[in-house]
């Protein structure tokens, strides 16, 4: 078996839940290195850079229409347009400015996307996120005003070896907004957020390797 495939079968084992999706993240590998998993029947992958992502996944779609592509880094505002057409599922939503923009996009190109708020759950200055303090109100503001599709919340917490309080507090803030849906655990540290309820888990080098 491809070695790609049995690092990916053995994270699926690893969860052991049919429900928690495994975002392949496939950022800078090639799209020969990505294939064998598109072919082996995967169909959540994600990246961080839309010009990277277009050049890789706008033949792969074509071909395989099931597959969900994520934006999981931070999304500038000027990309959103080409963001709007290619990926299904933003992770990195985070102000008022952006969420307008994709509101746009989105009656423009006739799609609509699905859409994790991210938080700054450590409260990082370096880090990307709305703070705790304004997550109501930006929620309310993107469903009401907006209309468009929240389906959770997303956090990348610090790394001070206190990953069960941060994933335990943005569980608790998903549930306080009745969402249903949870971005949270990386290669690192994916089994701590599984405790804490997380649906999708970003998974990149424990399946495709270390990055050049």
């Given at each position: 078996m491809d070695t790609i495939i049995s690092r990916f079968e053995n994270i699926k084992s690893l969860i052991g839940n049919s429900n928690v999706k495994i975002i392949a993240v496939s950022k800078t590998f090639s799209p020969d290195i990505i294939k064998p998993l598109v072919d082996h029947g995967h169909l959540h992958f994600g990246e961080n850079k839309v010009q990277e992502a277009q050049f890789k996944w706008v033949d792969l779609k074509k071909i395989n229409p099931n597959?969900?592509?994520?934006?999981?880094?931070?999304?500038?505002?000027?990309?959103?347009?080409?963001?709007?057409?290619?990926?299904?599922?933003?992770?990195?939503?985070?102000?008022?400015?952006?969420?307008?923009?994709?509101a746009k996009q989105e009656n423009i190109a006739n799609r609509k996307l699905k859409y994790f708020i991210q938080v700054n759950i450590g409260n990082e200055k370096q880090k990307s996120g709305i703070s705790i303090n304004l997550l109501d109100d930006f929620y309310y503001y993107c469903i009401k005003e907006l209309k468009i599709n929240i389906i959770g919340l997303m956090a990348i917490p610090p790394d001070d070896n206190q990953s069960d309080d941060y994933f335990k507090k943005l569980m608790e803030l998903n549930k306080l907004l009745g969402l249903s849906e949870l971005s949270m655990g990386m290669s690192s540290d994916f089994n701590v957020a599984l405790k804490y309820g997380s649906t999708f888990v970003r998974i990149g080098s424990s399946i495709f390797g270390s990055r050049s």
């Open positions: 597959i969900n592509l994520h934006m999981i880094g931070k999304l500038q505002s000027n990309k959103a347009k080409e963001a709007v057409k290619l990926f299904d599922y933003i992770h990195s939503l985070d102000n008022q400015k952006l969420a307008n923009i994709l």
